[in-house]
């Protein structure tokens, strides 16, 4: 703990590395675990209904097996090639055997895995909760662009945050108390899930998915119930912004189901950060106590 203040550089620094570095294990969650709930699904389904002659999934499939390849020529990734972002740029965005083009998303992911580790780094002093929010935030990502790919939020994921939240705040690591924290994931789940019987009532259809019910008990376990509310006031901003976007770019009409995950992750995100500032601004600005 000296160390860190003394050196007060030395967190963000070595913060940002270390989002880099993950950012880069992100990409293989993103790539890979929707496919590895696929392989299980697919084996469930041949072990459960033999009648149907549902051809099992073949080899083994995880985050480790197999190891990386180039999608098009099959080519394994070298450790040279798989060095965050500098990799990337020295290839200049394509494989070094067959020249097929890498998306810009692995950099991308890397990039913004690294801002916001700085981001973290450079609000909080050196501590257990600050190194928490790290992990906080590498979650968010993944489970933010395994939504925007598949419409889902796997549970591998969302619950895992949850019971982190409560059990920081069980260990006093977390500033939220544990009595906030517990009713913050209840109320977090019940919210989103009266608000999807109730549409489902009026309309027949569902509205959203059990997983974004789950990510706001999360939330609500990371930062307290009495941050629900902004949460949900941002993500329902946000989505509306990024929807008119995509109606204006015709890209998807309004009928068309798109993913909330983001939001709420974004909304969290941001409400984590700089939630009190939002709320005292709130209050002195627009209710003006």
């Keep these: 703990m000296d160390l860190f203040f ?5 967190f963000p620094t070595l913060a940002t590395l270390f989002g880099l570095i993950i950012g880069s294990f992100i990409n293989v969650v993103i790539h890979r675990l929707p496919k590895i709930m696929e392989h299980e699904w697919r084996k469930e389904c041949a072990d459960c209904f033999p009648e149907y002659k549902i051809k099992p999934p073949s080899g083994e499939f995880n985050l480790s097996t197999p190891n990386s390849h180039c999608p098009k020529c099959q080519t394994p990734i070298r450790v040279r090639d798989n060095i965050p972002l500098v990799s990337w740029l020295v290839l200049r965005g394509k494989c070094h055997y067959c020249q097929a083009k890498i998306s810009t998303r692995y950099p991308f992911v890397e990039l913004l895995s690294a801002i916001l580790s700085l981001t973290i780094a450079y609000q909080f002093e050196f501590s257990y909760f600050a190194i928490a929010l790290l992990f906080f935030t590498f979650v968010l990502i993944a489970a933010t662009f395994i939504d925007l790919d598949t419409m889902l939020l796997p549970d591998q994921l969302t619950l895992p945050l949850v019971w982190s939240g409560i059990t920081l705040s069980l260990l006093e690591i977390s500033p939220v108390s544990l009595q906030d924290s517990v009713i913050g994931a209840i109320a977090g789940y019940l919210c989103l899930w009266s608000v999807y019987w109730a549409f489902k009532l009026i309309t027949g259809k569902e509205g959203m998915g059990y997983g974004d019910f789950k990510l706001l008990s999360a939330l609500g376990a990371w930062l307290g119930w009495q941050y629900l509310p902004i949460v949900v006031l941002l993500s329902s901003l946000v989505g509306l912004i ?3 976007i995509q109606l204006g770019l015709k890209k998807q009409g309004i009928d068309k189901a798109f993913p909330f995950g983001p939001y709420l992750a974004i909304a969290g995100w941001v409400s984590a950060i700089w939630g009190e500032s939002i709320i ?6 627009i209710i003006g106590v």
Excluded: C, Q, S
């Design 280 to 285: 005292n601004w709130y209050f002195t600005t």
């Design 242 to 244: 990024f929807g008119l």
């Design 6 to 10: 003394y050196h007060p550089w030395l």
